[in-house]
Nanobody, 122 residues
Framework: QVQVVESGGGSVQAGGSLRLSCAASGRTSLSYAMGWFRQAPGKEREFVAAISWGGTRTDYADSVEGRFTISRVNAKNTVQLQMNSLKTEDTAVYYC???????????????WGQGTQVTVSS
């Protein structure tokens, strides 16, 4: 079993920045890809970004490409999501997830955190 815990959410004005962190614990001896997803009220959960175990492959949603950066520190089993130039439409609960491959499909991820709220005001 793998436990995933997010941190770093909060409130910021449009144009500002936030950094989210995700720590994985448990069976971390296995190699997991990590992804970030988000869900706004009344909307479906959507893909944001993902990174492979070795960090050599990353994928981003078109809506965040060029503004968000995903990175990982395997020694600390930690993944970070640096979010710059935030927009009001980025407001959502952000979830971190662990899976076997880098995909945009949330169904392929096996372990999920509880989520952290990000609110961007105008």
């Amino acid at each position: 079993q793998v436990q995933v815990v997010e941190s770093g959410g909060g409130s910021v004005q449009a144009g500002g920045s936030l950094r989210l962190s995700c720590a994985a614990s448990g069976r971390t001896s296995l190699s997991y890809a990590m992804g970030w997803f988000r869900q706004a009220p009344g909307k479906e959960r959507e893909f944001v970004a993902a990174i492979s175990w070795g960090g050599t492959r990353t994928d981003y949603a078109d809506s965040v490409e060029g503004r968000f950066t995903i990175s990982r520190v395997n020694a600390k089993n930690t993944v970070q999501l640096q979010m710059n130039s935030l927009k009001t439409e980025d407001t959502a609960v952000y979830y971190c997830a662990a899976g076997s491959i880098v995909t945009m499909n949330p169904r392929t991820y096996d372990y999920w955190g509880q989520g952290t709220q990000v609110t961007v005001s105008s």
